[in-house]
């Protein structure tokens, strides 16, 4: 680490993940504060479930021109609009609560606007860090990033709920301002350099929207890296079930605070995981990180089924969480690796749309799978009650639990068909690495003009 730190590049790195670990956090308060706010207003779970679609979804389906965009633009600059964007959204929302005008529908177009600057955000920030941090040492830059997430899932809600206390709502939102504040005065300090014009970056110039499609037929011609995504999709959609139906499952057999202590547990595991990873840096081929880890997360998944135990659900719970920042990181540094630096902001934000596709399915579609379908069938005189019930119990949240087993069985199956697919499986061997070269970047990022486009016959890399 100390010779890293004599990289200036590197350097530049952490200064700007500093500034993003306080103005995650500060993103974490708000978050909290005004799910409650909601909450407490409403008294509506539909409503306050409502949040996170309008933070989410707006942001997934601008993704591809977004990353249009950051392509075209100063990396930094791209990222200072995001800030700056969402913390207009947050300062509308301190006028509106001081003029006793916030109401509830107000907060869900707010939240769309910043989740549409939000879009800017993800695809600069993992676009810089190529062009910054040497490729040997990407892992542990996806872990530090991971560590900023892990502090904010920590440390925001018991944070927040203090502080709505003591400063109420419009007090945590300035809280929320200031850590944007912070953040974009990073971004001021730094220069991230422009990558060098590639064959990749002439074929995909164009109008903007042939520019957001492009994302999609750069990793079409790549099965490795199609394969790859399309894996994650599907174990979001995991992932997302997981966390709409963890709270119904363990309060089907315990304690509000026997919840809070597990929520406690995951996100120890998830800063545990996100450190050992940025010490690490991951194996030497990170694809087989990425297949030992989701196994690993499939039998956490499958043990919830077992009788209910508190211990047990507790080491499921660490070794569920502990695995995600490794996941993550070792997913993101092969995409660095294997995108050409100066279309990322477009692959990347593909990528992230079609990764993240499957949440909102997941989010529809869970309820109704356990309180029509797992549930009944686990009831005292369900179906399964002289089957499966004899193994795990039968009761309120049982049906869950099984539900949670089936997921973990079907997860590690997905995983030995990617392990069996030799695309995903060779990937890092068959698709070389790009060589990152950059150019000094100019004082007017938004008035570069593209170079005369040069016509070159695509081929596919695998």
Aim: net charge positive.
């Amino acid at each position: 680490m100390n010779n890293l730190l004599a990289v200036k590049g590197f350097r530049t790195f952490l200064l700007i993940w500093g500034g993003q670990l306080i103005s995650l956090t500060g993103s974490g308060l708000t978050g909290f504060a005004l799910g409650v706010w909601v909450f407490q207003r409403t008294g509506s779970v539909t409503q306050f479930a409502l949040i996170s679609l309008f933070t989410a979804l707006p942001g997934i389906l601008f993704s591809p021109i977004a990353g249009a965009l950051v392509d075209r633009w100063d990396r930094r600059w791209a990222m200072i609009l995001s800030d700056a964007g969402a913390s207009l959204c947050t300062v509308s929302i301190v006028v509106l609560l001081l003029a006793n005008r916030l109401e509830v529908w107000q907060i869900y177009i707010i939240m769309a606007v910043s989740s549409t600057f939000s879009a800017f955000q993800w695809p600069a920030y993992s676009a810089a860090t190529t062009l910054l941090v040497p490729k040997e040492h990407l892992g542990r830059a996806g872990g530090m990033v991971q560590i900023a997430e892990a502090v904010g899932m920590i440390a925001a809600p018991p944070l927040a709920a203090v502080l709505l206390g003591a400063i109420q709502l419009q007090g945590v939102i300035l809280i929320d301002f200031i850590t944007f504040l912070f953040a974009v005065s990073t971004l001021l300090m730094v220069r991230i350099p422009r990558p060098e014009v590639t064959r990749e970056g002439r074929e995909g110039r164009g109008s903007l929207l042939h520019e957001a499609a492009f994302g999609w037929q750069y990793i079409n011609a790549r099965r490795g890296l199609l394969a790859l995504l399309l894996f994650f999709a599907v174990t979001n959609f995991t992932s997302g079930v997981v966390q709409v139906l963890f709270t119904p499952l363990v309060l089907g057999f315990t304690t509000v605070a026997t919840l809070g202590m597990l929520m406690s547990i995951g996100g120890i595991a998830l800063l545990v995981g996100s450190l050992t990873m940025s010490a690490w840096g991951g194996p030497k081929r990170r694809i087989f990180g990425i297949y030992l880890f989701s196994v690993l997360s499939s039998i956490a998944l499958l043990a919830v089924g077992f009788p209910a135990s508190i211990a047990i659900w507790a080491v499921a719970v660490f070794v569920y969480f502990f695995g995600l920042p490794i996941i993550n990181s070792c997913s993101q540094a092969i995409w660095q690796t294997k995108t050409a630096p100066d279309v990322q902001g477009r692959v990347f934000s593909v990528r992230r749309m079609i990764a993240w596709s499957s949440l909102p399915l997941a989010y529809l579609i869970a309820g109704p799978l356990a309180d029509h379908i797992f549930e009944p069938l686990m009831s005292v005189n369900g179906p399964l009650a002289n089957s499966f019930g004899r193994i795990i119990g039968t009761g309120p949240g049982r049906g869950i639990a099984l539900l949670f087993s089936v997921f973990g069985i079907v997860t590690m199956i997905v995983t030995g068909i990617a392990f069996l697919y030799p695309r995903l499986r060779r990937l890092e061997i068959e698709l070389p690495d790009i060589t990152v070269k950059t150019v000094e970047t100019p004082e007017e990022v938004f008035s570069q003009k593209p170079e005369p486009e040069i016509p070159i016959n695509e081929s596919d890399v695998i």
